[in-house]
């Protein structure tokens, strides 16, 4: 080609391509002028309204955790907050940039430096185009997303509760109701590390019926092995409590196809309605792909922070193809519960949204409300989380400060 052709092709692909940028902002209403021009990554420490204990695999999680967050500012005066996990470099790489040029509405996601940690720039989406998070996600889902209270670990492991560990879990299984929880996920698999597997495994049985006792018929009751058992115990276990009526078990053991269809076949034949959920601790969608194609796993758990929206949604997509269900991994994470609430009221299906009690005093969230085993999202733009800048100034732990 030459040189001649070869620069006319080039203007044409560069007039074309600002023509296709143009249209995409002119449809989507997005302003034309808007430049980054400073991110400040910071860490916000929330704290539980109790202590968690142990699971199978970990000591003690105690009463707090942390989020790791972006503030991206503008020359507008619009302001994104979200979930991030990336580091300087990353945020520099956006000074400068349209934050709207990272947007893909013919594809629903965000693209660019941030990888899956794009919840700061959907939050500036919709604060620019004055609509909440959930609805430039999807809007298949229903107006309250079912969520369950996942804070009930080996309360009765530590030490102030180990002569009346009974009554403890029944104080839990209250506070989880008075918080609006009908669903609770409850831990086992103590005889994996911390007791001898039979005394673990009674004590798993024990601990489920008090649970049940307490909380009634009604209460939706799911465990969580973290990989406590394997697939011959885990058959044993549930010949002991499948009168309990568990509605889902997760991570009984690690995921195998096989493993998992013959569990699934098990609890077919007993004429237990049992959910076989899994999948929090991978690190490729990928991997999920034959467990879908076979069907082995019925909730998929892959987790919201580390997958971001973009992951968990191409996950449900996938899983709907064959009539499944997305459930993200989110314990440690208060806003990734909120990121949650927005995939629920986008897709249709969503399991429940899992709930670890925390709270702190920077972040700004009314209109998430939880009653009746479900919640509400507020209808304010974007994630409609604001900053309480006095706290914020005090409390938060800046990470780093870039600016143009």
């Known amino acids: 080609m030459k040189r001649r052709d070869f620069l006319l092709a080039c203007t044409g692909a560069a007039l074309f391509e600002r023509a296709v940028r143009a249209e995409k902002y002119e449809q989507a ?3 034309r002028d808007v430049r980054i021009t400073r991110v400040v990554g910071f860490n916000v ?5 109790k202590v968690a204990g142990k699971n199978s695999r970990l000591d003690v999680h105690g ?5 790791r967050m972006l503030r991206v500012y503008t020359n507008t005066g619009l302001e994104g907050i979200g979930n991030c996990r990336a580091e300087r470099e990353e945020a520099e790489a956006l000074l400068g940039k349209n934050p709207f040029d ?5 594809h629903g996601r965000m693209v660019g430096p941030l990888g899956s940690g794009t919840m700061p720039l959907w939050d500036l989406l919709g604060r620019a185009v004055d609509k909440p998070l959930h609805t430039l996600l999807g809007s ?12 009930l670990y080996f309360a009765d492991l530590l030490p102030q ?19 609006g929880h009908i669903a609770f996920k409850v831990k086992v698999g ?4 911390w007791m001898s597997r039979e005394e673990g495994d009674a004590r798993d049985r024990q601990v489920l019926r008090v649970i049940r006792e307490h909380g009634g018929d009604e209460m939706l009751l799911g465990i969580d092995a973290n990989n406590g058992y394997d697939l011959e115990g885990t058959k044993r276990f549930f010949e002991e409590v499948g009168e309990l009526n568990i509605a889902f078990a997760e991570e009984m053991f690690p995921e195998v196809v096989e493993e998992l269809l013959e569990l699934k076949a098990f609890l077919e034949d007993k004429g237990f309605e049992t959910l076989i959920a899994d999948g929090e601790t991978q690190g490729e969608l990928e ?8 069907k082995a796993i019925e909730i998929y758990q892959a987790d919201m922070n580390r997958f971001g929206f973009e992951g968990i949604l191409k996950e449900a997509g996938w899983a709907k193809e064959q009539g499944l269900m997305v459930a993200p991994h989110n314990w440690g994470s208060l806003v990734g519960f909120y990121m949650q609430l927005h995939v629920g009221r986008a897709i249709t299906n969503f399991y429940r949204a899992e709930h670890d009690p925390l709270s702190n005093e920077i972040l700004v969230a009314e209109g998430y409300d939880i009653d009746g085993g479900t919640a509400t999202l507020p209808q304010e733009p974007g994630a409609g989380i604001t900053i309480n800048e006095s706290k914020f100034a005090s409390d938060a732990t800046i990470r780093f400060d870039v600016s143009a």
Do not use: H
């Open 161 to 179: 509760y180990e002569r009346s560990w009974r009554d403890r879990f029944r104080e839990e299984i209250d506070m989880g109701q008075a918080a």
């Open 287 to 294: 991997v999920f792909k034959p467990f879908i194609a076979a």
């Open 45 to 49: 420490e929330s704290r539980r309204s």
């Open 190 to 193: 103590r005889g994996a590390k």
């Open 29 to 31: 209403g997005l302003p």
């Open 102 to 106: 990272y947007y893909q509405p013919d």
């Open 63 to 67: 009463d707090r955790a942390t989020d």
């Open 140 to 151: 298949g889902g229903p107006e309250r997303v079912p969520v369950y209270d996942g804070s």
